[in-house]
């Protein structure tokens, strides 16, 4: 978007790729990094850094807890915001849609990708609750350890991935005297062509 003619593709998810190959080329620390927005009780908003572990023409995955304080969130209400910002590319995507949870034979194909520390970890961390204290994590882990040792560590059933289907992607480009391009796709569901406009920075 360097040019003020700049024309975008019909298809977010080509202009998408072509962003993220060059945010895994040359963003310093986890290019995948994501801020995801819920609404959480009596419609306060809430917000956290989670990780994108993949995507498609469906939609973005991430994974988490599910009783955790994301996961509790989605469960009443399955819509979220999320947000790829990239400093040093003074590149921003924005995504807004609807969230649903994958299936398990998803969840466990990446499950068994993760190190082994973080498959004790999904176990040994009841995620968001209160903990006394860390020598009770500590304790917790060894304890799992110890139940898993010398086997495959399943996946918990309370663990596993979301898809967030974008009905809104933004694409913002930093531009001189913050007069920015923004380019905004917009559906009507999941299944619906997207429409395109540039708005005002």
Known sequence: MENADFIAPADPWELFREW????EAGEPN??????LATVGVHGMPSARIV???SYDKNGFVFFTNKQSHKGEQLGRHPKAALC??????????RAEGEVTPISDSESDVYFVTRPHGSQIGAWASDQSHPLESRAKLEERVHAFEQKFAGKAVPRPPHWGGYRLTPLLI???QDRQFRLHDRIVYTRASGQA????ERLYP
């Open 51 to 53: 990780l994108l572990k």
């Open 84 to 93: 790829f910002h990239w400093k040093s590319l003074r590149r921003q995507i």
């Open 30 to 35: 986890d290019p995948n990094a994501m801020t």
């Open 193 to 196: 062509a997207w429409q395109q």
């Open 20 to 23: 993220y190959a060059l945010a």
């Open 170 to 172: 933004e694409f913002w």
